[in-house]
T-cell receptor, first 111, second 113 residues
């Protein structure tokens, strides 16, 4: 099992819809979880971080964490064409402190 | 704020050549990382450093070397370049060990021919 797994997509949603992105991780001692957005040809940029079970909302973005199921998700409400990008899930790998990334899910929001 | 600066942005190497990718950060971060990203893939960790003088291997260290003589700089050395090292390389830094954002450089697109 890969350390951080994501559905590679592409995920296509119409403008205004909710986009749901999922991520699972294998290391139970992971403590920090992040969602990065990466536009084509650009570097990743942080959009959400979550550290405890439950939901965390920031504007149109909601991150959900379930440590028992080793599952992290990102919901994007009222999706816009500008949200079209690859979304990378990243997990802090225990005491070593380094970030492990998933392969990313490519999201396409159609006008 | 400059943040994390990588040079060069693009480079073409011939098989067997060597080069150093430069990375510098001005945020006084202790933790620095080198990742590579192949087309359609996520980021794979090459090497990381938890402070000046301390480095450790990540997931894909073969063919690379690093050094960390100062807090600010974390160069990545490619010896005897191979076509398999064609990739986009990202340097990143974080302030702390756990609950901190990673700041990325703009990336270096390397082609080995």
């Amino acid at each position: 099992q890969k350390e951080v797994e994501q559905n590679s997509g592409p995920l296509s949603v119409p403008e205004g819809a909710i986009a749901s992105l999922n991520c699972t991780y294998s290391d139970r001692v992971s403590q920090s979880f992040f969602w990065y957005r990466q536009y084509s040809g650009k570097s990743p940029e942080l959009i959400m971080s979550i550290y405890s079970n439950g939901d965390k909302e920031d504007g149109r973005f909601t991150a959900q964490l379930n440590k028992a199921s080793q599952y992290v998700s990102l919901l994007i409400r009222d999706s816009q064409p500008s949200d079209s990008a690859t979304y990378l899930c990243a997990v802090n790998k225990g005491s070593q402190g380094n970030l492990i990334f998933g392969k990313g899910t490519k999201l396409s929001v159609k006008p | 704020n400059a943040g994390v600066t990588q040079t060069p942005k693009f480079r073409i190497l011939k098989i067997g050549q060597s080069m150093t990718l430069q990375c510098a950060q001005d945020m006084n971060h202790n933790y620095m990382y080198w990742y590579r990203q192949d087309p359609g893939m996520g980021l794979k960790l090459i090497y990381y450093s938890v402070g000046a003088g301390i480095t450790d291997k990540g997931e894909v260290p073969n063919g690379y070397n690093v050094s960390r003589s100062t807090t600010e700089d974390f160069p990545l050395r490619l010896e005897l370049a191979a076509p398999s090292q064609t990739s986009v390389y990202f340097c990143a830094s974080t302030q702390g060990l756990y609950n901190t954002e990673a700041f990325f450089g703009q990336g270096t697109r390397l082609t080995v021919v």
